[in-house]
């Protein structure tokens, strides 16, 4: 029997969803239609905003799995940062093509 390697394994998830971000195809569980990035944010555990002194919005981190593993997206890294235990794992999406950046923005800028 093959031993899973949790590191692998958290980094695949990881890799997963910086794919989505860079491609902008995500779907629901409920839907096969392509989703915004108010969707996908509707399905986040929590937010935490970066801001400057002046409440300038300069980032997020996003929980999107909490538990085993607790996963976060980065958008001022650009990272999808996993944490597993005594395991870390990091992937880079490059291309926000779903949008999670600028509507984040827009949401800090409605509080």
Request: proline fraction near 2%.
């Amino acid at each position: 029997m093959e031993k899973i390697d949790t590191q692998e394994q958290l980094f695949q998830q990881c890799k997963h969803i910086a794919e989505q971000i860079d491609s902008g195809e995500y779907e629901t569980h409920d839907s096969e239609e392509p989703c915004n990035a108010y969707d996908y944010l509707s399905d986040a555990l929590d937010i935490e905003y970066t801001v400057s002194s002046q409440g300038e919005y300069l980032g997020a981190r996003v929980l999107v799995a909490f538990g085993g593993p607790n996963i976060w997206i980065n958008t001022r890294t650009k990272t999808i940062e996993g944490y597993w235990w005594f395991d870390k794992a990091e992937a880079y999406y490059y291309d926000d093509t779903l949008g999670l950046d600028e509507a984040l923005a827009e949401l800090w800028s409605c509080k």
